[in-house]
């Protein structure tokens, strides 16, 4: 079994204080470490955006492409060697917006990859613009009087996409969120795991408080299953409202 250390590297992360991203990069390595799986067999590839540095601190092998474009070289990983385990990182900027045609044909394409988005609700990178899953009314450099556009809703639109495995996790729930990367991993055919993350620097009002009051589990008697079931619970979603988390939809 790989130990946890053994996926550290010497430098360290440099995000700001308190984004969410350190809670991810936690549970990513923990998942790694608890399904054994060993690093020079793991690929992480990423797009751009303060996420994409995550392989950079991950010691596995480690790709960091272009804008969004993380989906088609994971794939191509996959299908040059199928013996790798391969996680695709995006971010609700990078892979909503200028990756939004690569998600969508992933979904239906069902190569067996790990996609995991680090949803801010905002383009953290390029410092506070807003993005495809920030909320109506959200006032943003690019968005003086409040955003006029309904957010998209990746959950529902990976169901009607065909994708096989759909969850959501909550960045600051790390016990949960590596049962929900485990299972993903192990799902075979293309898992996708939204990850509901605060970026305290550009979204302050994302705060511990209010990731409180937002974010809801699936109970048992959720059937992951039933499609139609899943779709309204998907529907549910984002950061508008309640944020359900769990494992949404998974083909039996
Ligand atoms: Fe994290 Fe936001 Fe800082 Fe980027 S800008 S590192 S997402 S807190
Ligand atoms: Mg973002």
């Not at 549970?27 to 996420?51: A, D, H, I, M, R």
């Not at 040059?80 to 892979?95: M, Q, S």
């Not at 079931?229 to 984002?238: D, I, T, V, W």
Request: a positive charge; one cysteine or more; proline letters at 5%.
């Amino acid at each position: 079994m790989a130990k946890l250390k053994e996926f550290n590297t010497t430098e360290l992360p440099t995000w700001c204080p308190g984004c969410g991203n350190y809670s991810i990069i936690a549970s990513v390595k923990k998942t790694l470490s608890e399904l054994n799986l060993e690093p020079q067999n793991t690929v992480l590839v990423s797009g751009v955006g303060c996420f994409a540095k995550l392989p950079y601190w991950i010691k596995t092998n480690g790709f960091v492409g272009l804008h969004g474009r993380s989906l088609p070289v994971a794939q191509g990983v996959k299908l040059a060697n199928p013996k790798l385990t391969v996680l695709a990182f995006g971010g609700d900027g990078d892979g909503y917006g200028e990756g939004g045609n690569h998600f969508l044909h992933a979904c239906r394409r069902n190569v067996d990859i790990t996609y995991i988005v680090h949803n801010n609700s905002v383009f953290g990178l390029t410092t506070g613009q807003y993005s495809p899953t920030s909320e109506k009314g959200r006032k943003s450099k690019s968005s003086l009087l409040g955003s006029t556009e309904q957010p998209i809703n990746p959950l529902a639109i990976a169901i009607a996409s065909g994708a096989t495995f759909v969850a959501r996790a909550y960045a600051g729930h790390t016990k949960e969120t590596v049962e929900i990367l485990k299972k993903a991993i192990n799902h075979k055919g293309f898992a996708f795991v939204d990850i509901i993350q605060p970026c305290p620097s550009y979204v302050p009002e994302h705060n511990q408080k209010y990731f409180k009051d937002k974010i809801d589990y699936l109970d048992e008697t959720h059937n992951s299953g039933d499609k139609i079931k899943s779709m309204e619970n998907a529907l549910k979603g984002g950061f508008e409202e309640k944020s359900v988390c769990g494992i949404i939809y998974q083909e039996k």
